[in-house]
């Protein structure tokens, strides 16, 4: 890191998938005209990768290979948007195939430290909000705020589910909960950069705020960050 990128202030925003910590991201980014790095969706982009590409997980060289060379494109076709050589991946990326791989290959070491740089070179004026697990822990960990969103793995489920049937997909709450169940326990025992708050972040438990409460929340701590930075 540069001495001109480390006085790029950061706003870390980690937690377990379904607590809204993507919206909240978003927000608090377009709030204050930062950058922002959605971090899952590197993961799921690299695990779409090596699922097209048939590479066997256990080989971690050839996937921390990939890892270093994806051939990525950020936002060309609309906010969020990711493309991967070429082809617009940003749907697939959302698949449960995309989440069952992106925390498969999260959990090999040298993935991780592949994924490491491209995750840094976000930090660029005038600030970013960093959107994923280990953001405050392990990329960011000088972040000016670290907040760590959670909420019952039932009430997660129930999110997603909403959103998922909104979509008019066909989905089945008994198995999105047992799906963000194993996910959890998968990112959460790992032995590199585990799922857990950082020792300075604010915990906050939205099970039962509403999604406006959460962003008054959020949005309060930024403000009081700011002030202090
Ligand atoms: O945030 P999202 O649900 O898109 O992340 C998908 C998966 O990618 C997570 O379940 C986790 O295993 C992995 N991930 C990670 N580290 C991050 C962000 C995501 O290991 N910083």
Same mark, same amino acid.
């Given at each position: 890191?540069?001495?001109?990128?480390?006085?790029?202030?950061?706003?870390?925003?980690?937690?377990?998938?379904?607590?809204?910590?993507?919206?909240?991201?978003?927000?608090?980014?377009?709030?204050?005209?930062?950058?922002?790095?959605?971090?899952?969706?590197?993961?799921?982009?690299?695990?779409?990768?090596?699922? %097209?590409?048939?590479?066997?997980?256990?080989?971690?060289?050839?996937?921390?290979?990939?890892?270093?060379?994806? &051939?990525?494109?950020?936002?060309? #076709?609309?906010?969020?948007?990711?493309?991967?050589?070429?082809?617009?991946?940003?749907?697939?990326?959302?698949?449960?195939?995309?989440?069952?791989?992106?925390?498969?290959?999260?959990?090999?070491?040298?993935?991780?430290?592949?994924?490491?740089?491209?995750?840094?070179?976000?930090?660029?004026?005038?600030?970013?909000?960093? &959107?994923?697990?280990?953001?405050?822990?392990?990329?960011?960990?000088? #972040?000016?705020? %670290?907040?760590?969103?959670?909420?019952?793995?039932?009430?997660?489920?129930?999110?997603?589910? %909403?959103?998922?049937?909104?979509?008019?997909?066909?989905?089945?709450?008994?198995?999105?909960?047992? &799906?963000?169940?194993?996910?959890?326990?998968?990112?959460?025992?790992?032995?590199? #950069?585990?799922?857990?708050?950082?020792?300075?972040?604010?915990?906050?438990?939205?099970?039962?705020?509403?999604?406006?409460?959460?962003?008054?929340?959020?949005?309060?701590?930024?403000?009081?960050?700011?002030?202090?930075?």
């Amino acid at each position: 890191m540069t001495g001109d990128s480390a006085a790029v202030p950061v706003i870390a925003i980690d937690g377990p998938s379904g607590t809204g910590k993507g919206t909240v991201a978003n927000h608090v980014a377009r709030s204050l005209g930062f950058h922002l790095l959605d971090s899952g969706a590197l993961y799921r982009v690299l695990g779409i990768a090596v699922a %097209k590409r048939g590479i066997d997980l256990q080989d971690v060289d050839t996937v921390a290979a990939v890892a270093r060379d994806l &051939d990525l494109e950020f936002g060309s #076709s609309g906010p969020g948007s990711i493309h991967l050589n070429g082809e617009d991946v940003s749907l697939e990326i959302r698949t449960d195939l995309g989440s069952d791989m992106a925390s498969r290959v999260g959990a090999i070491p040298q993935a991780r430290a592949a994924l490491l740089e491209r995750q840094l070179a976000f930090r660029k004026p005038p600030g970013l909000v960093a &959107d994923g697990r280990d953001m405050g822990t392990v990329v960011f960990p000088d #972040s000016i705020l %670290k907040i760590y969103l959670t909420a019952s793995a039932e009430e997660r489920a129930n999110r997603r589910y %909403k959103q998922l049937i909104d979509k008019g997909m066909d989905v089945k709450l008994p198995a999105l909960l047992q &799906d963000l169940t194993e996910r959890d326990a998968r990112d959460s025992e790992r032995s590199i #950069s585990p799922l857990k708050p950082a020792a300075d972040a604010f915990v906050l438990d939205t099970t039962t705020l509403s999604e406006k409460q959460v962003m008054d929340r959020v949005m309060e701590m930024v403000s009081r960050a700011l002030e202090q930075a």
